[in-house]
């Protein structure tokens, strides 16, 4: 397992959502090599994502914006009126597609698709620690 920049400091449990399944499923294996975080599952649209949050109680999303009907923002829009909501990353391949939208839907942050493992380390870490402290 390659060292990480930084990993959460409590077991972090994470939904990925994405239409691209190589990607998520790459994302995935990724992930998993880290005892510090548990992929809970990977929803194929908006809709199954706002679902699985329901049922998984993910702390973390890594979302894709571009999703078939229910896209990344309005999947995050909607996932923040659930009671227990989630931090919500959403990812992009290109930096455009994240604008005001997202910020006004509530996602917690958002990165370009293919950045490095570290720092999407980071970004889970960063997030699943604000969740756990202000729990």
């Known amino acids: 397992m ?3 920049a930084r990993l959460p400091e409590t077991r972090v449990r994470i939904l990925i959502a994405g239409q691209d399944r190589s990607f998520c499923r790459s994302l995935r294996a990724a992930l ?3 005892d510090a975080i548990d992929v809970v599952g990977i929803a194929e649209d908006g809709n199954e994502a706002i679902d699985l949050v329901e049922a998984l109680k993910p702390a973390v999303v890594l979302m894709d ?3 078939p009907g229910v896209d990344g923002i309005e999947a995050t ?3 923040r009126k659930l009671s227990d909501s989630p931090s919500v990353v ?3 391949s290109d930096p455009e597609e994240i604008d005001d939208r997202a910020v006004d839907a509530g996602a917690a942050g958002y990165l370009r698709k293919g950045c490095d ?3 999407l380390l980071d ?3 960063a997030f ?3 969740r756990a402290r202000s729990s």
Do not use: G, I, S
């Open 117 to 119: 493992l570290d720092t």
């Open 65 to 67: 914006v571009a999703m």
């Open 128 to 130: 699943a620690d604000a």
């Open 2 to 4: 390659p060292p990480a």
């Open 77 to 79: 829009r909607r996932m």
């Open 90 to 92: 959403l990812m992009a």
């Open 32 to 34: 998993d090599a880290y």
């Open 123 to 125: 970004v889970v870490a």
